[in-house]
Each structure stands twice: as structure tokens, then as C-alpha cells.
């Protein structure tokens, strides 16, 4: 085999797929028994969920790079968020891109007029910016950037901090600005979506794209030792050796360091979600609801049913809860029980309803931790020695496009190495 991609979480799907356009054979191992690594998604009684709640960003520069994800189908959410204060929800919403909300977004006492100018100012600069200025400038963290942008404490706490800490996993907001200017910038310049069928029809999307190629993805298979001998690795798994000119480690970085020394593994952040369902339709809206109340165990909850109809049997909703990382050891039960006197003191449910709750997933290492300055002091590089190259989100963003990038990038540095052998 000319190339042998270990992982087939959305990196190493993207490398082999980058390569088959090229006409290189690849083969992928991964150990668990499906694809998509962290994008994953089951179906219980009915209902689609995701594992750990994800939104796809349709600006990911990397999906234009996949025809087969450019043209995933897939349901929006209405730019902005509905927050809840004060026995009701209020409606914060870009006036230019959503006209429906305009006027609620425009006179919601929540976020004062000066916080209102200030973030439709900021989208517009990042919409404007191209995204390779972005990580150029000095770092710091989002809390602080937004502090020295002039937001006012009653915007961060009522807004940023549910809104952006359920994206970064990181209500402290201690995260990269770098970062949180590229995720608000792909929030200018579109929007948050399911992909119809759930989050894993983003790997199975690629699957099927390497499959016409005949590519093999060998399933259920853990790599436990790579061996370099003259010009050729031979990977041992736990059932067969295979031998391959070239490997590829699209593995997560926590895996890296049992095949390449000095890899020092990050800190991590988690994700707690909870699905909760009701039998009758509740007619919310599509809009992410926000939980500011930071003593509550509750952070968003996304009304699934209502973006995306089929992720619920007909005739039910289905809610993807976030809850708060000071809040993780709390039972289902505690948890779901504020979210059901939340959302009624909020108009949203009413106290007949009956909430039941069909998964409580914690993802442990969801996303590594991304300080201020991390990509500043990167110390990996993507091509190591002797034929053996890195990839995945670690080496970008901790998210969907930095794993599609970082393994198409990858896959473009193979080509060029081995069109110059020639
Ligand atoms: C709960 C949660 C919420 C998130 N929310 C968002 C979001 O809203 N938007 C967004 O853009 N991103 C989000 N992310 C981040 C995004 O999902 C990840 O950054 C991305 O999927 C990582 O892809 P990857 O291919 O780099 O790594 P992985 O998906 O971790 O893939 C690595 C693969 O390597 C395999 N592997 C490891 N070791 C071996 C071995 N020895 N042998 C064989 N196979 C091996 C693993 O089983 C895995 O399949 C979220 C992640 C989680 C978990």
C-alpha cells in the first residue's frame, strides 16, 4: 500500500480523500467500530442525536474542498440566540440577516444600544477580514478582547458567556481571541446548521466519496506499533501487519505519544450533554435558547425537533441540553428537573409537560484546550521523518474545519513529495 491513514475521525477521512483525487492508493485503519472519531450520531426511540451537542459552521473555507460536503443538506439556525431573563425569552438576533427578529432583537432591553452597535460592528469587520489576518495579531483572551472592544458586563455575562463558552467549552471565557474571532467570523459570513441526518452524515458523506474510490476502511482495528524498515513502515495492529511506503497518524493528540516521542498531550475541555424529549410538539422556534442564571446546571438547549424536523418521531421534540462544567457530577435527575422549572418560568413548556431524558452523554476529551498564543507556540510539525506524517485538529482549531484542513493539507505536502520523487 502506497499510504496506510491511521484514524478515521474527519482528518484522516479528509486526507484519504485529498489523496484518492490524486489517484494515490490509501488505506485507513481505525480501532473504533465506526468512522467519524468525535462526529458521531445514533438514533434511539426514534429521535437523531448527536454524540455531544455540534453545529456544522456552513463558512468552513475546508467544505468548499470536499464537493461531497459543499453540497451537504443541511437545516440553519437563525443567526443569534434567544436568551432567557427575567421569566421570558429575549430575542437577540443580526437585524440585516434575520428581518423576522429585527424589530424584537432591535428593542430587547437585554444588551444595551451601545452593546447592539458594538456587535453588528464587529460582524461586520470580521465578515470583511480575510481569515489568515486573523491569527497575526496578539493573542489574549475572549473575556479580555471583549472588555477592550468596549462590550459592557451585562453583554458578556447575559450573552458571550453562555453563547460563546458552549461553543468553546469554556464559560470562563479564558479562550483564544484568535479563536473566538475566527468562529464569530464564520458566524458573519454564514451560519450555524444540522446536516440532515445528523452530525454523522458529515464522515459518512466521505466514506461514501472514498468508497467509489475503493478505498478500504479497516474497522475495529487498534494500531499498536509502527516499525520503520529501509523505505517502508510496517503497522502492526492487534490482528495483522501491514506494509505501506507511507503512514499518516490521524489519530487525536491524547493517542499521538504512543507512536511519537516528546508529544506532550494537552489539557482538555468536556462536554455534558443532556437529550430530553417531550410527546407533543413545542412550538419554541429554531433559535439556540441561552441560560445566563450561572447557578443553574443548565447552559443552551437546542430545540433539534424545531431546525430539523426528522430528528424527532412526529408529533414529539427533542432538546440537546448543555450543561455546565461546575454542574458535570449533578444526577440526570436534578439536572432535568431545572430545566423543566426553567423553561416553564420562561413560557416555553408548560407544567403538564413530561420530560424524558434518552441519553446523558459526557464526552471527556471533546476539545484540547486552546489558550491564548497556543498557535503562536506550536511546537509539531505535520511531516516527520522517513515518510511518516501528522494530521488532525490539533495541528489547526479545535474543530470540524481545523480536522478537515489540517488532513487536506496534509495530503496536498504527500503529493508534492512524492511528484517531485518522480
Ligand atoms: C462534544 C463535542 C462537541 C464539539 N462541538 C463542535 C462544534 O460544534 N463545531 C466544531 O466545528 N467542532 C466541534 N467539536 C470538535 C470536532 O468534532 C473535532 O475537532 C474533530 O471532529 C476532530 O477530528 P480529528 O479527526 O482531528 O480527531 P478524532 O475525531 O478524534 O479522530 C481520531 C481518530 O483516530 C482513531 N484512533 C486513535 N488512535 C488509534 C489507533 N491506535 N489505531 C486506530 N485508530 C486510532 C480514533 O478512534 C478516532 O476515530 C466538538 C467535539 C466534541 C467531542
Known sequence: MKVTIIGAGLAGLACARRLTDHNIPVRIIERSPSIGGRVQSRTIDGFRIDIGFQVLLNAYPALQLLPELASLPAYDFPPGARIMLEHRLHTLSDPFRNPADALPSIITPVVSIQDKLLLWHLAAELNRRPLASLWDEPDQTILRFLTRRGFSNGAIELFFRPFVGGITLDESLGTSAAIFKFIWSMLSKGIATLPAGGMQSLPDAMAAALADKNVDILLGRQVTALT???????????????????VVLATDIW??????????????????????????????????ILNPDRQSPFMTVAPMHAVDPDRAPKGKSLFAVTVRADHFLDTTDEIVQSFHQAMQRNKVISAS?????????????????????HFRMRKFRAALP??????????????????????????DEIVRTLSSRE
Open 386 to 411: 522517513n515518510g511518516l506524517y501528522v494530521c488532525g485538529e490539533h495541528l489547526q482549531t479545535s474543530s470540524i474545519n481545523g480536522a478537515l484542513e489540517s488532513g487536506i493539507s496534509v495530503a
Open 353 to 373: 409537560d413530561r420530560i424524558g431524558c434518552i441519553a446523558d452523554q459526557t464526552v471527556q476529551k471533546a476539545q484540547f484546550v486552546q489558550e491564548p498564543n
Open 228 to 246: 520503520a524498515n529501509d523505505t517502508r513502515w510496517s503497522v502492526q495492529t492487534d490482528s495483522e501487519r501491514i506494509e505501506s511506503e507511507i
Open 255 to 288: 493517542s499521538l505519544g504512543d507512536f511519537v516521542p516528546n508529544v506532550e498531550p494537552p489539557r482538555y475541555r468536556s462536554q455534558r450533554t443532556l437529550w430530553l424529549t417531550i410527546d407533543r410538539v413545542v412550538d419554541c422556534g429554531p433559535s439556540l
